[in-house]
């Protein structure tokens, strides 16, 4: 999964994808991306037509159904503006997999360009704006999952720089930390001994390292993670990368 | 019986099967990384040039096939095409037929449990003995291997131990070195009696018409030193364009595998025995086989025809480190086989199926391969193929509802608001749940609904 070239944004105006996951649970996730964007100077739009990115159908092999979501997501993101979306498989959908399954349809380079004017927020944060240090306080010894759709892209070590520069906070280093959390989308449903396996080896490794904090780029594996947790009555504290930024923010006064 | 579902499987596997399975592909992947990244300094841009020198190939068969005939005629082998299974079984039977030969000594070669030579050798009183370890203990327990590499993975120590004993091969001792003399005592006997020695091939190289072999065991090297006859089974992907090739696959195929800079033995076989070589085979066959191979050419995972066996992909895969190598009911397992095994199957996709949707797309398998095959890719485009040829009934979760309702908007946040009322909270019974949330319930809890507040809270601050 390698990025698409991309497009450095001009001006400061973005557009929100705020991600069906944080529409239907996670609010708080597209709130703090909002303000985390807001702080950095952008004026942020959110296309109120949008619903989900496609990635379901598309992963269950129904390319037709998805081909007809990502033409609504052209369709709402329309214009030029950076699209900023804080799920690193939102992004990965929109640069790697539209295009694939575009492959042989005419309308192949709008989607190619929206691909390339979409960002997961991390990578945004450092290689679009090019922001490397992160003001602000958060006390907290934190482990970072580094989702499998942001393999081969900017984001992990966006995050990690971010992280690293943060006054307070301290990133641990886990066992395995290149395996997936066993999410996978209709993976978990459909394959839920092996899904709940790979969270819980993935949960042994990362509590091995006794971290205060889960932090996450997609909400998806935090869902799984944290929800694996709480069903074993050992609940693991999570946290999106959008909120332990803006937290810093209002731990620092800056918000 | 219907078979038992890649998940199933898992769920039913014994947990110290499970567990051996995990650790020693856990180990093997970590020493692979090590010594890859230890050696080069950037392993990635090699694992990229062997993508592309083998993309090149397939492309270029047509040409690279007929050079290396000419070329391997020249130097005195005898040169078949097989097209299916059964014609590679056939030129096998025949040409033993032709030697009066009964019996044969078998190395490693994952080609001819595709087209299951060994059954059926025997069924035509031909002796046919795996003479690689791991090969041998599957045959002598009349199983199959379940890693391309490591046959045996699934098997303790004990369990190697009891089957020797119950084949008259010593008392019981599960030490390995014991296991490995008692082995090699008994194939010593049965290389020297044999006929003809049969092995696969790691590369062809065009330029020259040189096969090459790796092994650790140097089994290959005594199934050819013995016997008379030489038989080489390969698959018409193997091939090389030029011997200097071989510096960057031989580097990156022991790494990838078993993570060593080498292998133990590498053979370079241009014919066989000159009159000028004091011993070797005096005849050699090269049996091409294809068996599905330019279907899989001309379908639309081609890139999959890159693959070297390596074993690298199995081995990171966290899917097949819980559920083994025998859940994917394929002679090809793990990521590789997920995508290789339904292709190969020919009208037998269906019965497969399952096999591309057994991953997270993780792209762990892509990110080690080393002739950087896009696996995920592939999958997606297996899934697709089946959902187009198969409809509804292609076992995957109906998404035409859910699209319609994606791309359009009033929809989209009526659903929202309505999250709480189709059951997305914990506090609905059970039994009221769809099946799919109740997969979801039984291993994990949800959050807490919150359809639309974001949207609210944002409207809000515009007023
Ligand atoms: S697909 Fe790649 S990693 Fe897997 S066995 Fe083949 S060459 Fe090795």
């Known amino acids: 999964m390698s990025n698409p070239e991309r497009q450095r944004p001009t001006g400061k105006r973005v557009q929100l994808m705020a991600t069906c996951l944080c529409d239907a649970f996670y609010a708080d996730v597209a709130r703090a991306t909002v303000e985390v964007l807001e702080h950095l100077g952008c004026t942020v739009e959110f296309p109120d037509g949008q619903t989900c990115c496609g990635q379901p159908a598309f992963n269950a092999g129904d390319w037709a159904a998805s081909r007809r979501v990502v033409r609504h997501v052209v369709r709402t993101f329309a214009g030029d503006a950076p699209v900023i979306v804080p799920s690193s498989s939102c992004a990965a959908m929109l640069s790697h997999g539209a295009p694939e399954e575009f492959a042989h349809e005419p309308d192949l380079p709008e989607i190619l360009a929206l691909g390339q004017r979409t960002w997961e927020l991390a990578d945004f944060i450092v290689n679009g704006l090019g922001v490397t240090t992160w003001p602000g306080r958060y006390e907290t010894k934190a482990a970072f999952h580094r989702s499998c759709h942001a393999r081969g892209t900017g984001t992990a070590d966006a995050v990690r720089t971010l992280l690293r520069s943060l006054a307070g906070a301290e990133l641990v280093e886990f066992d395995e930390a290149e395996q997936c959390c066993g999410f996978g989308g209709t993976f978990s449903v459909t394959f839920p001994h092996i899904s709940s396996n790979m969270g819980h080896l993935k949960l042994e490794k990362i509590r091995a390292a006794r971290p205060d904090l889960l932090i996450g780029v997609d909400t998806s594996c935090l869902m799984h993670l944290g929800g694996i947790a709480n069903r074993d009555g050992a609940p693991i504290k999570t946290q999106h990368i959008a909120q332990v930024l803006r937290d810093a923010l209002k731990n620092g006064g800056l918000l | ?376 890719d592939l999958l997606l485009r297996l899934r697709n193929k089946n959902k187009l040829a198969h409809g509804p009934s292609s076992g995957t979760p109906p998404m035409g509802a859910w699209s319609v309702l994606a791309s359009q908007p009033t929809a989209w946040k009526t659903s929202l608001a309505f999250g709480k009322a189709v059951g997305l909270v914990p506090y609905v019974p059970r039994a009221f749940k769809p099946s799919v949330l109740r997969a979801w319930d039984d291993h994990r809890t949800l959050p807490e609904w919150r359809g639309g507040e974001f949207r609210r809270w944002l409207a809000a601050r515009k007023r």
């Not at chain 2, 898992?10 to 050696?39: C, G, I, M, N, W």
């Not at chain 2, 074993?311 to 990521?335: D, E, F, L």
């Open chain 2, 1 to 376: 019986m219907k078979p038992l579902s890649i998940d199933q499987f898992a769920a039913q596997l014994r947990p110290e099967t499970q567990r051996s399975v995990y650790e020693s592909t856990k180990s093997t992947h970590e020493k692979r990384t090590k010594v890859l990244f230890d050696h080069f300094p950037d392993p990635n841009r090699l694992r990229e040039l062997a993508g592309q020198i083998k993309q090149h190939v397939i492309e270029n068969l047509d040409t690279y096939l007929p050079a290396v005939e000419a070329k391997l005629q020249a130097h005195g082998a005898k040169v078949h095409w097989a097209a299916t299974a059964e014609s590679a079984n056939q030129t096998v039977l025949s040409i033993l037929r032709a030697r009066g030969a009964t019996k044969l000594v078998k190395a490693k070669t994952m080609v001819s449990e595709e087209i299951g030579l060994g059954p059926f050798l025997e069924k035509h009183g031909i002796e046919s003995l795996e003479t690689d370890l791991g090969e041998f203990i599957v045959q002598i327990d009349h199983d199959h291997p379940s890693h391309i590499v490591r046959p045996i993975i699934h098997k303790s120590r004990r369990e190697i131990a009891v089957s020797f004993e119950k084949n008259g091969l010593g008392a019981y001792n599960d030490e390995p070195a014991v296991i490995t003399r008692r082995a090699r005592e008994f194939l010593r006997q049965k290389y020297l009696q044999a006929d003809v020695g049969l092995t696969g091939a790691n590369f062809v190289v065009a330029e020259t018409g040189r096969l090459v072999l790796v092994t650790n065991e140097g089994n290959s090297r005594f199934s050819l030193a013995a016997p008379k006859c030489h038989i080489a089974l390969v698959g018409i992907e193997k091939i090389l364009p030029r011997d200097r090739d071989l510096a960057l696959f031989l580097n990156l195929l022991a790494r990838s595998a078993t993570a060593q800079q080498l292998t133990v033995y590498t053979e370079f076989i241009s014919g066989p025995k000159a009159p000028t070589q004091p011993d070797g085979p005096e005849e050699m066959h090269v049996i091409f086989v294809d068996a599905g191979r330019t279907e899989v050419l001309a379908s639309e995972c081609r890139e999959i025809l890159r693959c070297i066996r390596c074993g690298a992909c199995m081995n990171v895969c966290p899917v097949y480190r819980q559920a083994s190598g025998h859940a994917y009911r394929a002679v090809y397992p793990g990521p590789v086989g997920a995508v290789l095994s339904p292709l190969l199957a020919g009208n037998r996709f269906p019965e497969l199926a399952d096999l591309p949707k057994a991953s997270t797309l993780c792209g762990a398998c892509s990110e080690v391969c080393p002739v950087n095959i896009p696996i995920p």
